[in-house]
Structures are given as C-alpha cells and as structure tokens.
C-alpha cells in the first residue's frame, strides 16, 4: 500500500509502498477514507534527531476516518464496512483518567510506551491503518468522512477548550480567538454554537481574518503590536473573560495576557514555544493560564453530534495520497486556509 512517511530527520515527507498492515488480537483495520495536515506534523518534523521520542521511518496522520475492513481476533463492537473515526490521543485504557475516557491525560502513557498514531505510531495518511482497539473508534454515521477528519483534532482540541471554561462564557463575555487557521476558525464556530459571547478573532494573515468573519467572528482584527489595544479598545478596557491561543508563538502568547481580564482564562493551545510568566502582580489578579492537550473520548462524540446538528462545518482543501508532500509544503508556508486532507485511496 501508498503511505506518507516522514523517513529522514530534517528531510520532507515522502510517498512511499510499504506492506498492507495485518491485525492483530483486538485490533481492527481500517480503510482509510480521509486523513488530516497539521500543524503537529510540521513541528515533528523540525525536531533534531536528539529531540525525536521515536523511531524513523513514521507513517504520518494522527487525523484519521476510514471504514472498518477487518477485525482482529476478539475485537468487537463493529462490522465490516462501517464508517468511524479514529480518537487520537491513545492511552492505557486502566487509570483513573482513562476510566473516566481522558486517554489525552492518561497517567501510563509514557510508561507504557503508548504513542499516537501518526505521532509516533503508524498514522492515517496510508491506504490502511492499524487501530489498536476499539475503543479507540467512533461511529461516523453519514457525516462526510472529508468534512469529519479534521474534528478529530482541529474540533477536539478547542472543543476541549472551551469546555474548561463554560463557566466564564456567559452571556455578555468576550472571547478572543488567536489564529483563525486550522483550529481557530473550528474554535470560532464552536462558541457561536456552544455560547452566547461576543468573539474577537486575531490573525496576520487577511485571508483567515475574512474566514473568521465567516465562519462567525464578530470582530476579526489584525495580529501585530497594535492588536491589544484594538482588543481593550473594543472590549472598553476590561479585556476578555476567555483568551485562546492557537498559535501560541512568544508575540501572540504576549498577547493573550495583555488581553485577559481580571479573573479571566488564558488558554495556550499552539504549540509554537511562547510561554505566559505567572505570578502575583505579573496578569491581572486571577488570571488562570493552561496548556490542554487534545480532548476526551466522549468529548470526541459530542463533536460528532455538534456536526451532525449542523453546527460547525470545517473548511478544507482535499488532496491526493502523492500531493501529500505538497499539502505539507502549502501548510507549512501558511497557504492553507482552514485544513488539508489527504484522500489515501481518493
């Protein structure tokens, strides 16, 4: 079968034939139907061979949808043909955290060995995939597996955080989006869905500013040094209750504290190395700032019905199987507005 595999540190992702994958004792084998381009692709792939946790050549996608084509010994709870998607960040499936379906926050990972696909096991953007169980799958019903794939971690990853703070996202509130790419422009819809807030979407790029206007954002104001003071401006000094940062780069980082508001909510979902200084006096009195990562397994299915209700709908650009070094290349220059899907047997 096809495969995109980053194979060589510091090299570009390449389309290569590797063996159809066989499954093992409570495995399943899917057919891929669509697998996502992140941003997480881009910064594995800028790691130097000391800073990789895992062994080259990788099959890439850690987004993936597909329909079951085989099941492993003694794995249960679907049938052949069936269209799901698969839930990312895999863990033990024992700890109190899995227990409760918070395989992203799973205490034995690390321990255990137990890697994502695509982020360290063979991932999605192959004809076939290996998905270790079947708790791991998501039953997709008639959704558009193209428009679907990119919920799995571009609709999980906000959904999960703006969940962390339902609780400030009251009517009357503000929520500034950082980043209306990828996740950004998801994220905005998920709080016109979810929230009665008012949303700032911030962006460089004035091609994403017109998506986020799109797609829901209230206001859609330029990223660069002036673009705290148009918040304050626009919020009449007080700032945000919510900040989310998808970008979360050292500038746009410095932003999402200038924006905060007292007792406000500074989430840094990008992984672009900035980092937020906390301490008395330092943000405004109360400021809550965390890192999430991913999302829950039953987080996954509440995206999945949000999507079936019609609530958010992703904006992507489909390519095939050997475009894919090309969609990395486009991604990677920042000239994907929304996201790229790779279509494996397309």
Known sequence: MKAVQYRTVGAAPEVVTVPDPEPGPGQILLKVTAAGVCH?????????????????PLTLGHEGVGTIAALGEGAEGFSAGDPVAVYGPW???TCVNCAQGKENYCLRAKELGIVPPGLGAPGAMAEYMIVDNPRHLVPIGDLDPVKTVPLTDAGLTPYHAIKRSMAKLVPGATAVVIG?????????????????????????SDEKLA?????????????????????????GGAGAQVVLDFVGAPPTVKTAGAVAQVDGDVTIVGIGGGMLPVGFGVLPYGTTVTAPYWGSRRELAEVLDLAHAGAVDVHVETYSIDEAPLAYERLHAGRINGRAVILPNG
């Open 91 to 93: 863990g033990c499936g």
């Open 40 to 56: 997480s692709d881009i910064a594995v792939m800028s790691w130097t061979a000391d800073e990789l946790p895992f062994p080259l």
């Open 180 to 204: 209306a790419g990828g996740l950004g422009h998801v994220a905005i819809q998920l709080l016109r869905a979810m929230t009665a807030v008012r949303v700032i979407a911030l962006d460089v």
């Open 211 to 235: 998506l986020a206007r799109t797609v829901g954002a209230h206001e859609a104001v330029l990223s660069d040094q002036h673009a705290a003071a148009k918040v304050l401006e626009l919020t």
